[in-house]
Structures are given as C-alpha cells and as structure tokens.
Nanobody
Framework: QVQLVESGGGLVQAGGSLRLSCAAS????????MGWFRQAPGKERVFVAT????????YYADSVKGRFTFSRDNAKNTVFLQMNSLKPEDTAVYYC???????????????WGQGTQVTVSS
C-alpha cells in the first residue's frame, strides 16, 4: 500500500510563505517519482512541480516559477514544496503525487496523497 502523507498547509496573507511536506515509505520513494499538483475550487487539478530523476532537473508550472521551490530529503523519504510570495490565486488543495515517471500530468500519477488546504488571503 502506497501512502503519501502531506502536511504544512494553512492560511497565510498574500506575500507570505508556506512549506508543504510529503512523506512516503522508503519503497515508494525509491521506485516512484514524486511531485505536487493543486486543485482550486471549481477547477481541474493541475501540475505544480516535480523532479525528473533521469535529468536531475526540477520542473515547475509557469504560474509558480520563481516563487515555489521543490526539494527532496532522501534520508527522510520526504519531498517539500517551499512556497514564497504567495498570491490569492495560489489558494487550492495541494496534493502530493507519485508516478513511475515524473508526474507532470494527471495520467502519469499512480498514487495521490490526501491533500492539504492552502488559503491565501488578500
């Protein structure tokens, strides 16, 4: 059973910062590539950031480039999403995702976390 456990969401004012965490088992962290998606109210779930294990590059949605940073702690089987300069339009449920390849699309995701709410007030 693959479990992805997210934490770190909350309420923040525009311009503020939050850091999301997603912890997985060693097996999941080894055999899957992890990333982040988000779903705003009434909208589709969309890609935010992930890591390409074959390239070593980190990929971001255009809407978060320069503000969000994806990172990994291999020793803790955990990925992070540092979110700075938050905007009201960043308000969404953020989901951790695991895929057999870098999860940049919904169809590339094999497993989802439970989601964590991020609310940015203006």
């Amino acid at each position: 059973q693959v479990q992805l456990v997210e934490s770190g969401g909350g309420l923040v004012q525009a311009g503020g910062s939050l850091r999301l965490s997603c912890a997985a088992s060693r097996r999941t962290f080894t055999f899957y590539t992890m990333g982040w998606f988000r779903q705003a109210p009434g909208k589709e779930r969309v890609f935010v950031a992930t890591f390409g294990p074959s390239t070593g590059n980190v990929y971001y949605a255009d809407s978060v480039k320069g503000r969000f940073t994806f990172s990994r702690d291999n020793a803790k089987n955990t990925v992070f999403l540092q979110m700075n300069s938050l905007k009201p339009e960043d308000t969404a449920v953020y989901y951790c995702a695991a895929g057999q390849s870098a999860p940049t699309t919904l169809t590339a995701v094999n497993y989802w976390g439970q989601g964590t709410q991020v609310t940015v007030s203006s």
